[in-house]
């Protein structure tokens, strides 16, 4: 039950309707035994700044999932931000603490991956096509090169965000190839990181009948959960590993970083 003493946890987005998280998130914060609720914010991209900059002054807001269009344009708004947000150059939740500090990460990467593990699919030694730069694919981009993939090619509609990631990327991790490039062919696992999928009349992300036989193809779309890619890899014989597996991979990590430091109700 909702009281006065309930922290409050937002998901903010534009648009919020589609988003998966508050009922899945409540049910874990009620499982934890924690006196906090989620709830969906609307929020335009004008209106960002202020929203976030209105957290600081809730005394008892706890935190904030962030997503499309927000990831990107997060970090410059937050008091501080981990190593791998920063990396990312984006942030996908947002802590607050007792001083309305605000201390942003991105667990999209970590939520990939467990996915990936839960599934039982190794990336080590693996080749990647990744499409997708924005905050997503750069999270999962991050997240799989710590995993000792072979090489991680990028593709994306701004090639120079592709380019940027990549560079960042080699910084990060020396022993891993990283080039940019849009033919999936040559690859054992080919990852959609953009939005495209989850508007009926969207285009492919990449053509399936492209990649080299053998190959498994991954989404981050959630909803639809079978997305025209999946659909078309299925229909060629591929193996699919669908968005709400990314989902449920990160849905522990965020509730455990949202409630560090949260008064416990018993
Ligand atoms: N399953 C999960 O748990 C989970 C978690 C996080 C996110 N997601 C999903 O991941 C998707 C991406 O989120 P995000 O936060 O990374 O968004 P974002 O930062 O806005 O990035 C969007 C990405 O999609 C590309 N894109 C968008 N429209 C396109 C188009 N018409 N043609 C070609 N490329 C296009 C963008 O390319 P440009 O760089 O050229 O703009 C960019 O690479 C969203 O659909 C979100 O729902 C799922």
């Known amino acids: 039950m ?3 003493r309930t922290k409050l946890l937002a998901i903010i987005a534009d648009p919020v309707t589609q988003v998966r998280t ?9 499982d934890m035994g924690k006196d906090a609720v989620l709830v969906p914010v609307e929020v335009s991209r004008e ?5 976030v900059s209105g957290f600081r002054n809730i005394g008892n807001f706890a935190g904030v999932v962030v997503t499309v269009p927000h990831k990107t344009a997060v970090p410059p708004l937050c008091d501080t931000l981990s190593d791998r947000a920063i990396a990312a150059g984006a942030v996908n939740v947002i802590r607050r603490d007792a001083q309305g500090k605000l201390h942003g990460d991105i667990l999209d990467g970590e939520g990939f991956t467990r996915g990936l593990d839960d599934a039982k699919i190794s990336v080590t030694g693996m080749a990647v096509f990744l499409v997708g730069a924005g905050g997503a694919a750069s999270a999962i981009a991050f997240a799989l090169a710590s995993r000792g993939p072979k090489k991680i090619t990028i593709s994306n509609r701004t090639r ?6 990549s560079e960042r990327l080699s910084e990060s991790f020396p022993d891993v190839e990283f080039c940019v490039g849009d033919d999936p062919s040559g690859h054992d696992l080919a990852v959609n990181g953009t939005s495209l999928g989850m ?3 969207d285009a492919l992300p990449f053509d399936p009948a492209g990649l080299s036989s053998g190959s498994i193809v991954a989404e981050v779309i959630m909803q639809p959960e079978v997305t025209p890619l999946l659909a078309a890899a299925e229909q060629l014989g591929f193996a699919t590993h669908g968005g709400r597996k990314m989902l449920q991979g990160q849905l522990s990590e965020l509730a455990k970083f949202l409630t560090q430091n949260m008064e416990d109700t018993q």
């Open 160 to 165: 120079a965000k592709a380019q940027a990631l």
């Open 199 to 201: 508007a009926p009349n």
């Open 47 to 51: 209106g960002l700044a202020a929203v």
């Open 22 to 30: 508050p009922q899945a998130m409540n049910a874990m914060l009620s």
């Open 2 to 4: 909702i009281t006065g």
